[in-house]
């Protein structure tokens, strides 16, 4: 079992940062992909970004490029979301999530990822 476990959340005004910080625990050495996903309220779960365990390949949601970066520190088995120019469509509970098989999979569908977090909330002002 993997436990995920979120931080980093808050009340900002648009063109801020933030960075949210996820920390593994459990049999959190089976990590093929590690992505961070946002529902807002009325609105569907939406993939924000990943990142692979093997070769650190990341994938970004159309609207955050340029402005999110997603990255890991595998010691600490943590991953996080560098979020610059936050905008009041930001504005979302963001979970984390984690893949602990392999195969080729598409990392930007919420379906293969076994594992997630609680969410953490981040909102932002205009």
């Known amino acids: 079992q993997v436990q995920l476990s979120e931080s980093g959340g808050g009340l900002v005004q648009a063109g801020d940062s933030l960075r949210l910080s996820c920390a593994a625990s459990?049999?959190?050495?089976?990590?093929?992909?590690m992505g961070w996903f946002r529902q807002a309220p009325g609105k569907e779960r939406e993939f924000v970004a990943s990142?692979?365990?093997?070769?650190?390949?990341?994938f970004y949601q159309d609207s955050v490029k340029g402005r999110f970066t997603i990255f890991r520190d595998s010691a600490k088995k943590a991953v996080y979301l560098q979020m610059n120019s936050l905008e009041p469509e930001d504005t979302a509970v963001y979970y984390c999530?984690?893949?602990?098989?392999?195969?080729?999979?598409?990392?930007?569908?919420?379906?293969?990822?076994?594992?997630w977090g609680q969410g953490t909330q981040v909102t932002v002002s205009s």
């Open positions: 999530t984690l893949r602990s098989y392999g195969g080729i999979y598409d990392d930007r569908s919420a379906s293969v990822y076994n594992y």
């Open positions: 459990g049999r959190a050495s089976d990590n093929y992909a």
């Open positions: 990142i692979r365990g093997m070769n650190d390949i990341t």
